[in-house]
């Protein structure tokens, strides 16, 4: 099995920046493709970015495109999402995964999931 755990969310003025962090534990001799979606409160998750195994197909989804950058470092078992020019839209939970196959913005896709890490942007 996978454990995943995400950090580095926080309370941040707009226009900050912050960058969140997925490490993985367990059974991690096996690459995956990764995965950041996000919640907000009385929203649906959706799809934000998308990585894979080797790190050279990066995806974003629209709203984040020019603002966040997706990259990992597989000696460490860790991916990394840099998010510039943070907005109050882009307050949510966001959550990291790993998957096997299937469409990256598929959250149906993703077999391992974290706990969470807040992103609260606000003045």
């Known amino acids: 099995q996978v454990q995943l755990g995400e950090s580095g969310g926080g309370l941040v003025q707009p226009g900050s920046s912050l960058r969140l962090s997925c490490a993985a534990s367990?059974?991690?001799?096996?690459?995956?493709?990764m995965g950041w979606f996000r919640q907000a409160p009385g929203k649906e998750r959706e799809f934000v970015a998308a990585?894979?195994?080797?790190?050279?197909?990066?995806y974003y989804a629209d709203s984040v495109k020019g603002r966040f950058t997706l990259s990992r470092d597989n000696s460490k078992s860790t991916v990394y999402l840099q998010m510039n020019s943070l907005k109050p839209e882009d307050t949510a939970v966001y959550y990291c995964?790993?998957?096997?196959?299937?469409?990256?913005?598929?959250?149906?896709?993703?077999?391992?999931w974290g706990q969470g890490t807040q992103v609260t942007v606000s003045s």
């Open positions: 995964a790993a998957r096997y196959s299937g469409a990256y913005y598929e959250s149906r896709s993703y077999v391992y």
């Open positions: 990585i894979n195994l080797s790190g050279s197909s990066l």
């Open positions: 367990g059974s991690t001799s096996r690459t995956y493709a």
